[in-house]
């Protein structure tokens, strides 16, 4: 295919636009469609018919009959301009060979579309052959071209001028003999430009649902029963939820461990078994215990589907607000049969009848006959229906897609071709859907301005408290300490969204123990080192008390974040007493297992080399990492102060 203007994108890009929308509406709408791809002026052959006998030269098979999917868009952006020519009529043949071979299968309807610039010459020789087997095989043929036809039955943009070579209008006269009907007429009806398709595939296609019908009996009173099957009408439509977390550096779902921990609010943050939790709801200020047995005794139980009618109603005593669920129902008793319409009402208790004083029994509230009439007049100047004898729709909703989905697929999409880049801004012409019509806005802005002046308005600041849930489940008479703003280090000048989420870190927990040491140490104006390696210090020994595999990661990860703030604090004589204790605490409980895996992450006490001021040598540190011998006696610089905080953590 060649190329366009320089002014203009070439004819290859715009038909590899043309291909990407159309294939990306099938992958996004979940169609059932199969599509294959067949590229002609390629510089190798690969098809049946050119392997089976001589022709068909330059046409390739790219993809044959299958589902639309990612695999086959992110080839077409790979599509590059070729300078060789090949008969576009061969390449017809091959396409229908290829919708031929696979008649196997089941397909209501075939179609070929053929995207060209028609600046290689055709064989016409043929050419009756062709039009009979398409014919034949009941094959719908479409062509996209890349200027508009001039003629009737033009489908294209015909305000643009065009320069047609003759080359191109031979290839048109090949194209109307074709597509000539029955009648002996020329039909150029299926024939457009590409900006033409541009604009009509610009908008993703909605998603294609097969109905299937609930079978059920309609039983009225315990006389009559009918057989009836409900379908669903109108209903809410979501995206399907197949989101996967995955590692963000390798793409892999397999990379990402999950860990949910049940603790008891208190102190030490014992943890709970998940066996060992039933279901509480509160009661007030209490909270009322509700096991799996008493769940399964209050449920409703029923002897299989039921669809009973409990009464009868006017249509004018059901008001709109009383419509309950997400779907309206068509009710068939059988099929080309006249229909009922279900929609969902509630029960007098699920009613909720709030009562609201009258604004006019306030003389402050109540409005003036020049405000009841703006009101008015802005109502009136906002109907979404022509003032005319055919009452047309101003916006269309019924045609308008949903500018959710059409965000979602865009951005779906884009991740695809380009999984580094940002999201992409969102399409023109989405935002152009969700505005007003023109008409309606240039009628009800001098209402508006009549309304903000007869209505002025005036902002009230109003700063509220927000309750987390932790806050509510609490007693209310029992003071709490209010969290003191801490005054952070040079590292944390500077405010994250990482900080915002971390909360109101108080105490090193059982969850996360080295994310909360680490955040702890840093608010000094609130905790001394001392005291919060005395809390870690807890945890480690809590870990090593339970003698479990499970544990023995998240006490290493306690132990390295330990060592590390310690040799930036240089409290390297804390870390190492405790690490000594420690030492002696897994000989006497026999944890060899958790000694291995220390000593393959080389966490070991900290040297004269790592930290100025031990008196540990590099010799001592690699003996410690021995369980059967005892390193060379060391001592250190002791505070009377640093002698008690380690004292009471032992």
């Not at 009101?375 to 005319?388: A, F, G």
Request: some cysteine; glycine content about 4%; hydrophobic content about 35%.
């Amino acid at each position: 295919m060649g190329h366009g203007s320089l002014q203009e994108e070439s004819h290859i890009e715009l038909a590899k636009k043309v291909i990407t929308l159309f294939v990306q509406r099938k992958v996004f709408a979940e169609s059932k469609d199969e599509v294959a791809l067949v590229l002609f002026g390629c510089e190798e052959t690969r098809n049946l018919l050119a392997e089976e006998g001589d022709g068909y030269r330059h046409v390739v098979v790219q993809q044959p009959l299958q589902l639309a999917d990612f695999a086959l868009l992110e080839y077409v952006q790979s599509l590059r301009s070729s300078t060789l020519q090949a008969d576009f009529l061969d390449a017809l043949v091959v396409s229908m060979d290829v919708l031929q071979r696979s008649s196997g299968k089941k397909f209501e309807k075939m179609c070929i579309c053929m995207l060209s610039d028609l600046s290689s010459p055709a064989d016409t020789d043929n050419l009756d052959i062709i039009v009979a087997n398409l014919n034949k095989l009941g094959i719908t043929l479409q062509f996209f071209l890349p200027f508009p036809l001039d003629k009737v039955g033009n489908q294209g943009d015909g305000k643009e001028s065009y320069a047609v070579t003759p080359q191109q209008k031979e290839g048109l006269n090949v194209i109307q003999q074709i597509l000539q009907d029955s009648d002996g007429l020329d039909s150029l009806d299926e024939v457009y430009s590409f900006r033409y398709v541009l604009e009509q595939l610009a908008f993703f296609k909605k998603l294609e649902k097969r109905p299937y019908p609930w079978q059920c009996c309609l039983t009225i009173g315990s006389n009559y029963s009918i057989p009836i099957s409900a379908y669903k009408v109108v209903t809410e439509q979501t995206p399907r939820k197949t989101w996967t977390t995955v590692d963000a550096e390798s793409e892999l779902a397999n990379d990402v461990k999950r860990e949910q921990v049940y603790c008891l609010d208190d102190e030490d943050e014992t943890e709970v078994k998940k066996d060992g939790l039933i279901q509480g709801y509160r009661y007030g200020r209490d909270i009322i215990p509700f096991a799996v047995a008493d769940e399964q005794q209050l449920k409703y139980k029923t002897d299989g589907k039921c669809f009973s009618v409990l009464g009868f109603s006017t249509a004018a005593q059901i008001r709109r607000h009383h419509y309950l669920g997400n779907q309206v129902l068509q009710i068939a008793p059988r099929k080309d049969d006249e229909c009922l319409m279900f929609i969902q009402l509630p029960f007098a208790e699920d009613v909720r009848d709030c009562s609201f004083p009258s604004m006019r029994n306030s003389k402050k509230f109540t409005p003036t006959d020049e405000q009841l009439k703006a009101v008015d007049t802005l109502i009136d100047t906002m109907k979404l229906v022509e003032d005319d004898d055919e009452n047309d729709d101003l916006f269309p909703v019924s045609t308008k897609t949903n500018p959710r989905f059409q965000r979602l697929f865009q951005c779906l999409q884009h991740k695809a071709f380009y999984p580094k880049k940002p999201l992409p801004p969102i399409m023109p012409r989405v935002l152009e859907m969700l505005e007003p019509p023109t008409k309606v806005i240039d009628a009800s802005i001098p209402a508006l301005k009549l309304l903000t002046k007869l209505f002025p308005l005036k902002p009230i600041i109003k700063c509220k408290e927000a309750n987390r849930g932790q806050d509510v489940l609490q007693e209310s008479d029992i003071p709490k300490r209010p969290l003191k703003k801490a005054r952070l280090d040079n590292d944390w000048d500077k405010f994250n969204l990482e900080m915002l989420a971390e909360g109101d870190v108080t105490k090193v927990g059982t969850v996360e123990p080295a994310k909360d040491f680490c955040i702890l140490v840093r608010q000094k104006e609130l905790f001394t080192f001392q005291e919060v390696a005395q809390q870690l210090e807890g945890c480690v020994l809590r870990f090593l008390e339970l003698d479990n595999s499970l544990y023995y990661a998240k006490t290493l990860d306690c132990l390295k974040a330990y060592r590390d703030e310690a040799r930036k604090e240089k409290e390297h004589a804390l870390y190492n007493a405790f690490l000594q204790n420690m030492k002696n605490s897994v000989k006497q409980k026999s944890l060899q297992d958790f000694w291995k895996l220390l000593v393959q992450d080389r966490i070991s006490l900290l040297s004269k080399a790592e930290v100025q001021g031990s008196c540990v040598t590099m010799q001592e540190s690699e003996e410690f990492l021995n369980l059967g011998e005892e390193p060379a006696e060391f001592k250190e610089e002791w505070a009377a102060d640093d002698v008690d905080d380690l004292l009471d953590a032992m």
